[in-house]
């Protein structure tokens, strides 16, 4: 099911995750006119639970979306399917594009459009993507618990993750692919934790029947591994920001690009808010709904500061209604 847009609205939302509906449902219980649009191609689609979330531990990614579109219809708000093509500023608030040509206009915008996750290129590897190749031990660790992990070296951050995964396993092996294997302190703390490093290249996935069997190395030794823990590099989906001049910049740990905001999620361009994984590429499900409702709420007080100014202006006297003086 989806909506119709209409002209214009107080507030649109780009972006239809956890992050962009609860921004909108926020919106939409102030009594806010929000038009959510939905690419429909959440980042945790591949994923069989959402997990993490108070309340609906392992719900699946697709049933958590379609019952928060129902809330947010349910206050009056838009859930519309579409790709943003550009978003310009206009008189007043930006102008809205989709692939198609459909306009849109919004006094204020919400993005949250999430990230890319970029996958390390080996055979096996994308079709087992959230399900025993994971890359968040909060995410997945207790699925793969006791089991013999396997931590594929990609980042700034693989003995961190190698460390995190060993809270959840006393069989986990750090591979060290394409960088050169840890020394000094990390790899005096891995091998205190018990963690080996398996030097050399990794060169595909085993998988036998539904699930990794092991990890086959350049060479053609196959080490017995039951998850692959990865740490992707993730992309911002947010080529449309171009016309706002607003763009992604590195993220400070070296994991990928985000939107930089303040703690409310307000950019550098008035008028234009961020929340989810698009600005904060850490956040889980229940951190990203939440930032999306504190960007709702901010900008609802925005509106209302905007608002509260015009109501001012018109309801002071003008000079044509100065009293006469006495003659």
Same mark, same amino acid.
């Given at each position: 099911?989806?909506?119709?847009?209409?002209?214009?609205?107080?507030?649109?939302?780009?972006?239809?995750?956890?992050?962009?509906?609860?921004?909108?449902?926020?919106?939409?219980?102030?009594?806010?006119?929000?038009?959510?649009?939905?690419?429909?191609?959440?980042?945790?689609?591949?994923?069989?639970?959402?997990?993490?979330?108070?309340?609906?531990?392992?719900?699946?990614?697709?049933?958590?979306?379609?019952?928060?579109?129902?809330?947010?219809?349910?206050?009056?708000?838009?859930?519309?399917?579409?790709?943003?093509?550009?978003?310009?500023?206009?008189?007043?608030?930006?102008?809205?594009?989709?692939?198609?040509?459909?306009?849109?206009?919004?006094?204020?915008?919400?993005?949250?459009?999430?990230?890319?996750?970029?996958?390390?290129?080996?055979?096996?590897?994308?079709? &087992?993507?959230?399900?025993?190749?994971?890359?968040?031990?909060?995410?997945?660790?207790?699925?793969?618990?006791?089991?013999?992990?396997?931590?594929?070296?990609?980042?700034?951050?693989?003995?961190?993750?190698?460390?995190?995964? &060993?809270?959840?396993?006393?069989?986990?092996v750090l591979f060290s692919h394409t960088m050169?294997p840890p020394t000094g302190e990390e790899a005096?703390?891995?091998?205190?934790?018990?963690?080996?490093?398996?030097?050399?290249?990794?060169?595909?996935?085993?998988?036998?029947?539904?699930?990794?069997?092991?990890?086959?190395?350049?060479?053609?030794?196959?080490?017995?591994?039951?998850?692959?823990?990865?740490?992707?590099?993730?992309?911002?989906?947010?080529?449309?920001?171009?016309?706002?001049?607003?763009?992604?910049?590195?993220?400070?740990?070296?994991?990928?690009?985000?939107?930089?905001?303040?703690?409310?999620?307000?950019?550098?361009?008035?008028?234009?808010?961020?929340?989810?994984?698009?600005?904060?590429?850490?956040?889980?499900?229940?951190?990203?709904?939440?930032?999306?409702?504190?960007?709702?709420?901010?900008?609802?007080?925005?509106?209302?500061?905007?608002?509260?100014?015009?109501?001012?202006?018109?309801?002071?006297?003008?000079?044509?209604?100065?009293?006469?003086?006495?003659?």
């Amino acid at each position: 099911m989806t909506d119709q847009l209409r002209g214009g609205y107080d507030v649109v939302v780009i972006g239809g995750g956890a992050a962009g509906l609860n921004g909108a449902l926020m919106l939409a219980r102030v009594r806010r006119t929000v038009a959510v649009i939905d690419a429909g191609a959440p980042r945790n689609a591949p994923a069989d639970g959402v997990h993490g979330l108070l309340g609906r531990e392992g719900i699946s990614p697709a049933e958590l979306l379609e019952r928060g579109r129902a809330e947010v219809r349910h206050d009056g708000g838009y859930v519309v399917r579409g790709e943003v093509a550009a978003a310009v500023p206009d008189s007043g608030g930006f102008t809205v594009t989709l692939d198609g040509g459909a306009t849109v206009r919004a006094r204020r915008l919400l993005v949250t459009t999430g990230v890319v996750d970029e996958l390390p290129d080996l055979p096996g590897l994308r079709d &087992r993507w959230g399900r025993d190749v994971v890359h968040c031990p909060y995410c997945h660790g207790w699925e793969i618990r006791d089991k013999a992990i396997g931590v594929l070296a990609g980042g700034p951050m693989a003995v961190h993750q190698a460390l995190l995964f &060993r809270q959840l396993s006393d069989d986990v092996v750090l591979f060290s692919h394409t960088m050169p294997p840890p020394t000094g302190e990390e790899a005096e703390q891995l091998a205190a934790r018990g963690v080996r490093v398996i030097d050399g290249e990794v060169a595909s996935l085993v998988i036998v029947g539904d699930r990794i069997a092991g990890v086959r190395l350049a060479g053609g030794t196959v080490v017995d591994r039951e998850a692959l823990a990865v740490a992707p590099r993730m992309t911002v989906r947010a080529a449309f920001l171009d016309g706002l001049g607003l763009r992604p910049v590195e993220h400070p740990a070296g994991v990928g690009e985000h939107v930089p905001s303040d703690a409310a999620g307000r950019t550098d361009v008035p008028g234009v808010w961020v929340a989810g994984n698009v600005t904060d590429l850490m956040a889980q499900v229940g951190a990203a709904a939440a930032a999306g409702a504190a960007a709702g709420a901010q900008i609802n007080s925005d509106l209302i500061a905007e608002e509260t100014r015009q109501a001012v202006a018109a309801h002071r006297p003008g000079p044509s209604s100065a009293s006469e003086p006495a003659a």
